[in-house]
T-cell receptor, first 114, second 114 residues
Framework: EPEVTQTPSHQVTQMGQEVILRCVPISNHLYFYWYRQILGQKVEFLVSFYNNEISEKSEIFDDQFSVERPDGSNFTLKIRSTKLEDSAMYFC????????????FGQGTRLTVV | DQQVKQNSPSLSVQEGRISILNCDYTNSMFDYFLWYKKYPAEGPTFLISISSIKDKNEDGRFTVFLNKSAKHLSLHIVPSQPGDSAVYFCAASALETSGSRLTFGEGTQLTVNP
């Protein structure tokens, strides 16, 4: 069964460093998302991406965050200067068309900022 | 953000009995509702969904009920199996205004005892 894959599974980084979280969405999907879950809190929407541009972003997704689809398969989330409060599980998701919110999620990347 | 709320952090049921997970929402713009299941160290897995034009959707052992006037939905699992033990998230989408962005509840840990 097709699945969304994320790498790495766990990333530890120093505060102030840049990190790139990588995702390979399901191949025929056109809509891509990043969500995060801080420990003990809800899963929160960060950004959605379609046709090589951001279609929606939350208030969490500030100038420190960026997304990119550098080739036909990868979808990345970059955090330019990490803060302690960026420590969370980051989930990539994809869906094959809009109007169908049933997004398929990857297994997540646990980001720990020290 | 209290737009989607799952008031029960945990639920324990016996194998073979019915599990009922509840979810309340406040945003009247929500028009599509989903349930996700999550095992430890995995991403959320889509389970079942319902549009606001319906009040019930069934898929095998899983049935979702929507009561729009009460802004309440529930997931029924019958019969419950030990493999159903997981965290269950309710999520909602306002397709007309916010596209496919999902707003999640806190989750309910379901434990099915053999």
């Amino acid at each position: 069964e097709p699945e969304v894959t994320q790498t790495p599974s766990h990333q530890v980084t120093q505060m102030g460093q840049e990190v790139i979280l990588r995702c390979v969405p399901i191949s025929n999907h056109l809509y891509f998302y990043w969500y995060r879950q801080i420990l003990g809190q809800k899963v929160e929407f960060l950004v959605s991406f379609y046709n090589n541009e951001i279609s929606e972003k939350s208030e969490i997704f500030d100038d420190q965050f960026s997304v990119e689809r550098p080739d036909g398969s990868n979808f990345t989330l970059k955090i330019r200067s990490t803060k302690l409060e960026d420590s969370a599980m980051y989930f990539c998701a994809s869906s094959y068309r809009t109007g169908i919110p049933e997004a398929f999620f990857g297994q997540g990347t646990r980001l720990t900022v020290v | 953000d209290q737009q989607v709320k799952q008031n029960s952090p945990s639920l324990s049921v016996q194998e073979g009995r019915i599990s009922i997970l509840n979810c309340d929402y406040t945003n009247s713009m929500f028009d599509y509702f989903l349930w996700y299941k999550k095992y430890p160290a995995e991403g959320p897995t889509f389970l079942i969904s319902i549009s606001s034009i319906k009040d019930k959707n069934e898929d095998g052992r899983f049935t979702v009920f929507l009561n729009k006037s009460a802004k309440h939905l529930s997931l029924h699992i019958v019969p419950s199996q030990p493999g159903d033990s997981a965290v269950y998230f309710c999520a909602a989408s306002a397709l007309e205004t916010s596209g496919s962005r999902l707003t999640f509840g806190e989750g309910t840990q379901l434990t099915v005892n053999p």
